[in-house]
């Protein structure tokens, strides 16, 4: 196993979306100086992939830490699961108590094992634990897709000690996308899919009324959806491509066998798709669903419907409040403790802003995923970055008025 992408063809140039259609308008919230989750101050991210040189063995793990000091400062969390089949460890204990306390990893369906392990290694290491003395309470929290048509899952390539690179190779830098991390072998609306990243900012102002800016990052692990169902800032661009690639098809029979059999393997397991959100916004357990649930609308944007067989779970923090955890207290003498919270009154713009970024997300994504030959032989194209573009200036040309037209 290496982590060399020998299984990945050659590509046209891949680019973000901003970079392929500078002129695409997204929503009306710009995005951070990364346009990335890590734009949030504190979250850092790690990516990295495991390839067998065979090509059979295409995945990977996408490592974060909601904050350096997650261990002993808890984060303010909230879980949404729009269609649940699929996997979130800890969960329970986030729907209990709205704390986050641990770190997040994403990874394939049959990692979730190795990756719950390598986080209770880590944090043996970490936190310098002798032999035979936990005195601590941990839940990790380990999210997965199926990318078993690209990967060959009876490899159980993940192991704990990548888990451990993982979390103490995190960073601060642009998180990576495309064919990387815990997405290195997934499938988004029948093209290669994978992880994508995008960042909002938003006006509002502190507790003593002075202007502040909030920053909200999302990242994806994009493993859902259907070719036709594709829209980009609602242009129908997939159903353009399925049936430019359903003519193909008539002409070839390799290329009609092999959609077909992406066909039957997407009817049985359609995918799945894991949001997660962060923001330094001031915001209790409760606002943090119902961020959470905001992704919905950025995936429906872009496609998604949920389907049956989809795990599309969502999960939103906040660095905002530092809530104490692993302290020695009594735990019979109640106690309060004081936080910061947005007036739900003004929680809109943060709610446009969730939608838009996991929808650019999204399509951050699929621009930067390449080809790849994988399991067994099986090929997914990437999205042709240069059709999509003619596609979109053609609907714009058709959205301008004609001459005479007055607004």
Known sequence: ?????SAATGNESRKRLRELLPNLQLGGWRPGPLNSLTD?????????????????????????????????KACYAGIFSFNGSGEMTGSHWINETGLLHSPIVITNSFAVGAAYQGIYEYTIKAQGVTKGN???????????????????????AVKPEHIVKGLESVSSDRVREGNVGGGAG????????GTGSSSRIVEGFDTKGEPKNYTVGVLVQANYGRPHHLRIAGVPVGSILAKEADEAAESSVAIKLARQALQKEKDRKDGSIIVIIATDAPL??????RLAKRATVGLAKVGGYGHNPSGDVFLAFSTANEIPVQQEVDRFQT???????VDDATINALFEATADATEESIYNCLCMAETMVGNQGHRIEALPLEKVKDIM?????????????ET
Not at 1 to 5: A, V
Not at 136 to 149: I, M, Q, R
Request: with cysteine; charged share 20%.
């Open 134 to 156: 936990i005195d601590w309470f941990l839940l990790p929290v380990v999210a997965e897709t199926f990318d078993g048509y690209l990967n060959d899952l009876t490899q159980f």
């Open 393 to 405: 200036e053609r609907y714009e040309n058709l959205s301008r008025p004609g001459p005479g037209f």
């Open 40 to 72: 949030v101050p504190g979250v850092l991210v790690h990516t990295q992939e495991i390839f067998a040189d065979d090509g059979n063995v295409n995945t990977g793990v996408t490592s974060i830490l909601p904050r350096k000091e997650w261990f002993h």
């Open 335 to 341: 106690r309060p403790i004081t936080i910061d919270v």
């Open 284 to 289: 209790h357990p409760t606002q943090l669903q």
């Open 1 to 5: 196993m290496s982590s060399d992408p």
């Open 186 to 193: 997934m499938i988004c609306h029948f093209f290669k899919g």
